[in-house]
């Protein structure tokens, strides 16, 4: 392992460092919907996640592994996953906190 195969996996934390915490700054809720966070999240998830599957099987995409961890779940890295899940979450957390932002009037 060198010093890039955490690359991905630090990509994704930093997308979560800068969004987890709206959901307490401007008490949005939603990390305790985790029902609706669910319904939101893993359809979507399964199908990315099963073409990826199947575009990395046939070869029609990869992963660089200098800049992944080693370890493969269907032939794709863990961060792969953990990206189906993280950056909507991020998405649903900005689109919040943007949304109870211009309730408050604070943005025109």
Do not use: K
């Not at 955490?6 to 930093?14: E, T």
């Not at 995409?61 to 993280?86: H, K, N, S």
Request: with cysteine; glycine share 8%; proline share 7%.
């Amino acid at each position: 392992m060198g010093p890039r195969n955490g690359a991905y996996a630090v990509m994704l934390a930093f997308c979560l460092a800068g969004t987890l915490p709206l959901d307490w700054y401007y008490r949005l809720g939603v990390l305790r919907q985790v029902r609706r966070l669910a319904l939101a999240v893993l359809p979507v998830a399964v199908l990315f996640l099963a073409w990826d599957v199947a575009a990395t099987a046939a070869g029609h995409w990869r992963f660089d592994p200098v800049q992944t961890l080693p370890p493969r779940v269907l032939g794709l890295p863990l961060e792969e996953l953990a990206f189906f899940v993280v950056i909507p979450l991020a998405g649903i957390l900005t689109y919040e906190a943007v949304a109870e932002v211009r309730r408050r009037g604070s943005i025109r």
